[in-house]
């Protein structure tokens, strides 16, 4: 959330991964890397419109401050931004969901880290055969 998505450097690397059809994993708000993919890109198709996937959704960080989680308000909220770039967003809740849509695989929170690992084996093993 803070510095990646605005690396130009991730974004090239994204870029390329996109490119050159490499496997892109992210788990909760490691999503927000993916606008990184627009840094340097300006006037380009988006190169994750139109992928739907799993992220920890925008309605759970504008509740957290009031549990403690985090200090205070997020500046903003990635699942706004991704979906204004033409993400699809799958999930309003946590509940460790998982998705793959083509080499991009997601996963909602922590709770999803054994399922994403799981499912991101089984991706490589398919580009592996």
Known sequence: ?????????????L???VQHDKLVIALCHGPASLLAAQVGAE????AFEGYEICAFPDGMDKQTPAIGYVP??????????LKALGVKILNTDIT??????GLLVTGDS???SDALG????????QRAA
């Open 1 to 13: 959330m803070l510095g990646l998505p605005q690396s130009p450097e991730l974004g090239q690397v």
């Open 15 to 17: 870029r390329w991964a």
């Open 43 to 46: 006037g380009q198709a988006f």
């Open 72 to 81: 205070g308000p997020m500046p903003w909220y990635m699942g706004e931004r």
């Open 96 to 101: 460790g969901r998982c998705h793959q849509d």
């Open 110 to 112: 922590p709770l999803a």
């Open 118 to 125: 799981r499912l991101a084996v089984q991706a490589l093993r």
